[in-house]
């Protein structure tokens, strides 16, 4: 694997979701690498697409506005080495509110999106960006993928679906694809407007600002995070590697840390901000998933990838970076 980020040199890739939080860091670093980016994003309201994210790379990736549900992918697809599949809807909160426009979003544009790759572009390889969410509340911890897959919300169903859709089109047509299942991702670039896409983007916001966070139960529930270039790092090595054909792998942090212990860090590396203990929400308590470790064995031994970025150095470059930046996520 140590040739991987030299493997995107000159090559066409394409990373739908590509001005949001991941998609948007992934990139700048598929551009910096010497690879031929187009990047697609609806722009829909409040998903965490912002054409700031792609700030200075305007002469360097390509940028297409256009809706995973629509008929134009067969048409994007065309030509492409790789495709990054970022495009979703990952609020937990909005998808038990308005569930229809979740499965469209989730499922429907998968299909939409493979259907494309099988007719127009079938050798081209596809990773999907999934989601720890879809094992629910673990029955033994770390979790590793084998684990039960039973989702507590109507967004793990979804991406469930979406994982197995492109598993099904690996094993019936042939379509190089895998599955990432993320766990808790911060850095630059996230969307902290509000606080429905997880509670970690909302979190840094109050800490910008010198606000309290409002920390529900007696958080001691305990969670892993993985900084953004970590995760871009196992997004190009699935892309780059024909060992992650067929396959899905956990990401994680090293060690869980408590919600408590990761409100305190944050806090104190930024110099301001407060908290207090709250009850839990009853919207929010019935979908919360309690403690989560994902095992990580599998990546690091196909893929050899780790997590480089310790919590600390993480949480210290994305709080400056909102504080350079706050006016355009604020």
């Given at each position: 694997m140590s040739d991987y980020r030299d493997f995107y040199r000159g090559r066409k890739v394409l990373v739908t979701g590509a001005l949001g939080f991941i998609g948007s860091n992934l990139s700048r670093t598929l551009a910096d690498l010497g690879a031929s980016v187009l990047a697609v994003d609806s722009l829909l309201p409040d998903y965490g697409g912002n054409l700031f994210n792609l700030a200075g790379y305007e002469d360097r990736v390509r940028i297409?506005?256009?809706?995973?549900?629509?008929?134009?992918?067969?048409?994007?697809?065309?030509g492409q080495d790789v495709l990054f599949n970022l495009a979703g809807q990952v609020s937990h909160i909005d998808s038990m509110t308005d569930p229809f426009t979740d499965l469209e979003i989730n499922c429907r544009s998968q299909l939409s999106i493979l259907e494309a790759l099988r007719?127009?572009?079938p050798e081209a390889r596809i990773v999907y960006a999934g989601t720890?969410?879809?094992?629910?509340?673990?029955?033994?911890?770390p979790v590793d993928e084998t684990h039960l897959l039973n989702p507590t919300d109507v967004n793990g169903i979804n991406k469930i679906s979406?994982?197995?859709?492109?598993?099904v089109y690996h094993s019936v047509y042939g379509i190089r694809a895998s599955s990432l299942r993320l766990t808790n991702t911060y850095g630059p670039r996230q969307l902290i407007r509000h606080n429905r896409q997880g509670f970690i983007g909302w979190f840094?916001?109050?800490?910008?600002?010198?606000?309290?966070?409002?920390l529900f139960g007696d958080g001691t529930q305990r969670r892993d995070f993985d900084y953004v270039d970590d995760v871009v790092d196992a997004f190009l090595r699935a892309g780059a590697t024909d060992a992650a054909d067929g396959q899905v792998f956990n990401l994680g942090g090293d060690e869980a840390v408590s919600l408590l212990e990761l409100t305190r860090l944050m806090i104190e590396v930024a110099g301001?901000?407060?908290?207090?203990?709250?009850?839990?929400p009853p919207e929010r308590k019935r979908i919360d998933i309690g403690?989560?470790?994902?095992?990580?064995?599998?990546?690091r031994a196909t893929l050899g990838w780790a997590p480089r970025v310790g919590l600390r150095d993480g949480l210290t470059r994305t709080i400056e970076y909102y504080?350079?930046?706050?006016?355009h996520y604020l």
């Open positions: 297409n506005i256009a809706d995973v549900r629509g008929h134009g992918m067969a048409y994007l697809v065309k007719e127009a572009n720890r969410q879809i094992y629910g509340k673990p029955m033994r911890l979406g994982e197995m859709y492109h598993l840094v916001r109050q800490v910008v600002l010198g606000e309290e966070i409002q301001r901000g407060s908290y207090r203990l709250v009850p839990f403690d989560f470790h994902a095992d990580t064995g599998k990546i504080l350079q930046n706050r006016e």
